[in-house]
Every structure is written in structure tokens, then in C-alpha cells.
């Protein structure tokens, strides 16, 4: 068996939690925050079965697109305390995947 903690952005978190459900596939949502860009994050918190493995990887991968946005940067201006906003492009979405083994699950 493995536990998965799975990463991903809140727009993301809907299609994925849908999808997971159909196949039977239960989870755990964590309310988070990026550090980078800021933004709000989904923990999820998955225990799967060894053979469920590559499912669940595919399942992430086809629901967690990642995007391209654009974010207003700070751009010192030359002036003591000012600066100027200037637009960015930045790859987004997607998610950040951890496996690890899990030895078992004891409900109290």
C-alpha cells in the first residue's frame, strides 16, 4: 500500500476529486497556501494499493493541466520606494506528487 500526498492547485481540485471517486479512489483535502506565487493549494492525502499505483498517477496527470499565466511583478522604479508593475508570464498548474509506503490504516 502507499500513501499518496498530492500537491495541486485549488482550480485543479474539483475534476481531480471527481475523478478519483468514480474509480473508488478515497482522499483526505488539506487547505494550503504557495509559497512562490502564493495562492491557494490542495493537500490531498490518498491511501492506495500497490497495483492502484499508475491509475492514480494517470488520474493526476489527465486532471492537474499545467498553464501559463500572467502575474504583475514589482520592477524597482528608481524612486526610494516605489516600484513599478511589470507583467510576467509563469508556468502554473500541474502538481507535486509524494509516494510513500504505508504499512497500514487503523481507524479509531
Do not use: W
Not at 493537500?43 to 500572467?70: F, G, P, Q, W, Y
Amino acid at each position: 500500500m502507499k500513501l499518496f500526498i498530492t500537491i495541486l492547485q485549488e482550480e485543479d481540485y474539483r475534476v481531480l476529486a471527481e475523478r478519483l471517486t468514480e474509480k473508488g479512489i478515497y482522499h483526505t483535502r488539506i487547505a494550503g497556501e504557495g509559497g512562490f506565487l502564493g495562492g491557494r493549494k490542495v493537500v490531498l492525502l490518498s491511501a492506495v494499493e500497490d497495483d492502484a499505483v499508475n491509475t492514480m498517477l494517470a488520474i493526476i496527470k489527465e486532471s492537474c493541466s499545467e498553464r501559463e499565466e500572467t502575474i504583475l511583478a514589482e520592477a524597482p522604479s528608481g524612486f526610494i520606494g516605489m516600484s513599478i508593475p511589470i507583467p510576467m508570464k509563469v508556468h502554473t498548474g500541474g502538481a507535486v506528487v509524494m509516494i510513500l509506503p504505508l504499512d497500514q490504516i487503523i481507524k479509531v
